[in-house]
């Protein structure tokens, strides 16, 4: 079974640029977490979905920050405008359930704005 | 406060040595989980454990451990005769659930190189 799908592997952009990350989560699960990772804060929550739909977004950064979940087996985030500072490794990660149950994580996409 | 503390940034053991990775945590709930995960160079990272606060049972799976002790709010993970494919970043977190919080924190990892 394929694993937690996350495209681009790598982005390279430019100060001001939209970005989008996306996800494909395992089959059959039915929650779904956006984490940020950088040397300097971390490993840390961003959103999670629960059955297509935002329950806690309280870790998005900012307004330029936002996600989507249309249907079970997609999902987005995007920065726009991006900025330097948010250059980071974006992790998707899926499970079942509440948050606090097992999560299968992605490969990450890094993120690069210059 | 960091909810969840990985005083260890990095470790360095020969192969075949035991090792312990300490977690020490904070929370004011009395329901709650821990998980350890690893973060092998790959990237992605992968669920090793999870304990609720109500079972203090030690864990044992293979060469892993886990000792968890409330009274000193440690969850320590253990890897015995350690192997090269062990080297890896490994994450301790805290997930709180009490009066409807959705709450996930993650230590800041502990590096852990095993030398051939």
């Known amino acids: 079974d394929a694993g937690v799908i996350q495209s681009p592997r790598h982005e390279v952009t430019e100060m001001g640029q939209e970005v989008t990350l996306r996800c494909k989560p395992i089959?059959?699960?039915?929650?779904l977490f956006w984490y940020r990772q950088t040397m300097m804060r971390g490993l840390e929550l961003l959103i999670y979905?629960?059955?297509?739909?935002?329950?806690?977004d309280s870790g998005m950064p900012e307004d330029r920050f936002s996600a989507k979940m249309p249907n079970a087996s997609f999902s987005t985030l995007k920065i726009q405008p991006s900025e330097p500072r948010d250059s980071a490794v974006y992790f998707c990660?899926?499970?079942?359930?509440?948050?606090?149950?097992?999560?299968?994580f992605g490969p990450g996409t890094r993120l690069t704005v210059l | 406060a960091q909810k969840v503390t990985q005083a260890q940034t990095e470790i360095s053991v020969v192969e075949k040595e035991d090792v312990t990775l300490d977690c020490v945590y904070e929370t004011r709930d009395t329901t709650y989980y821990l998980f350890w995960y690893k973060q092998p160079p790959s990237g992605e990272l992968v669920f090793l454990i999870r304990r609720n606060s109500f079972d203090e049972q030690n864990e044992i799976s293979g060469r892993y451990s886990w000792n968890f002790q409330k009274s000193t709010s440690s969850f320590n993970f253990t890897i015995t005769a350690s192997q090269v494919v062990d080297s890896a970043v490994y994450f301790c977190a805290l997930s709180e659930v009490e009066g409807g919080a959705n709450n996930l924190f993650f230590g800041t990892g502990t590096r852990l190189t095993v030398i051939p």
């Open positions: 979905f629960n059955n297509n739909v935002p329950i806690d």
């Open positions: 990660a899926s499970g079942l359930g509440a948050l606090y149950n097992e999560q299968f």
């Open positions: 089959s059959g699960h039915n929650s």
